[in-house]
């Protein structure tokens, strides 16, 4: 006991005391419905006090053991917690390892001990989806899902499921429901546009690309979200174009256009709609316009399978010279005016042109098959077989394979997306056989 304890003891004596000397008289006490008693004031005084102190240590008594009992249960539901991370923890180990026998086993354990555990119905979920057990997949992404129907990554769990069994209208609902949960979702905005991509729903798409960029967080990810944009109305205008929907073809592309003038895809779709609406002419100015902006030897391909369809050769012979007159170096644009004169029957001009190009050292098959046949018009056979030697390796004849500028993807056949890295007006010409990007 204290000293401040037993000062205060000492004084409530010293009280009791001298409250016994000036109060020595007794006083009645009735209880109801009971007895008569007088008793001297210190007594009540003294009893009152002893009862007053045991109703509060009862108080006391009662409060300490609730507290005990709660510490107890706390402590149990803490070490029954730590068990069952520590089991979840082994089973997020081994499902790492590529080990999902041994994880399952520890996954049980898990279930055994909480079987409302929602991690783990969803790991079970994963392994049934590795092993292309659809159902049982399901089964415990639901069980998750009942447990807290707003849980993100059980909706995302279930979102994935249905994109491996193909139900897409099923994962966009999924999707729809995260987006009400969380609108400015960037994870869910990806994988319905992924999905609309897939099924060429190119409107729509448009629509969830301007939501994605507008939520996007750095300056780097805006930036290559409106480069997107501006590809997936390239993608609407050419689903257009293909469907023979005119009108919409044009306005997207003149859209894009608007948005990035040297987007290559879209003038050469801009291009092909206004031949379609028999404006022959104004397709033509608008390529030779483009190509005097870009300098794209892909627009001027185009340009010239449309002038020599027309018969104004001249006119892309004036071209091509101007072209070389501003870039007397320009490889590509050589050997696209020496392949013109070739087509042409003018054997002279593309000899000249052709044996102009200073190649460095290097073999262009597509170069040399032309010089090759070339030689073979000026009755050379011995320089011809020297040339077509050198274009052993050609695969297709005066054809120049395309590459893109940013994945280093080769192929034969033009479009206006990459296969290879998915990016939009990226493809160009080489006079390579094979891409040195």
Known sequence: MSKLSISMFILFLGAVALFAIFNQEATTIKIPFGKTYEIPKIALLLL????????????FAIRDTKRFIINRQYQKRQKKEAEIQE???????????????????????????EPEHLDTLLRFGDIAVSEEDFQKAAEYYQRARNLNPQNLETLFSLERLMEKTGRWSDALNYLEEILEIDEENLSALYRKRDIFERQGRWDELVSVQKLILKNEHTERDRNRERQNLVGYKYEYGRHGLESGELEKAK????????????????????AEVLLREGEGEEAINLLEKSYEQTSSPIILARLED?????????????????SLSKNPQDLVIKFFLGKLFYRLE???DAFETLTSIDTGG????????????????????DKAVHEFRKALDI????????YCKECGFTSHEWSGRCEGCKRWN???????STCKA
């Open 48 to 59: 009152s006090s002893a009862v007053g102190a045991l109703a509060m240590l009862i108080i």
């Open 87 to 113: 089991l979840y923890s082994k089973a997020l180990n081994t499902l790492l390892a590529h080990n999902e026998g041994e994880a399952k086993e520890f996954l049980k354990s898990v279930l055994s001990k």
């Open 251 to 270: 306005k997207a592309f003149r859209t894009v256009l608007r948005l990035e003038k040297d987007f290559v895809p879209a003038t050469l779709g801009l």
């Open 306 to 322: 449309l002038l020599i369809s027309l018969g104004e050769p001249a006119r892309l012979i004036r071209i091509y010279r101007n």
């Open 346 to 348: 003018m054997v002279d």
């Open 362 to 381: 290097a073999v262009y098959p597509e170069l040399h098959q032309l010089t090759g046949n070339l030689y073979m018009k000026r009755h050379q056979p």
């Open 395 to 402: 695969k297709i004849a005066l054809r120049l394979p395309y």
């Open 426 to 432: 990226t493809l160009q010409f080489s006079l390579d």
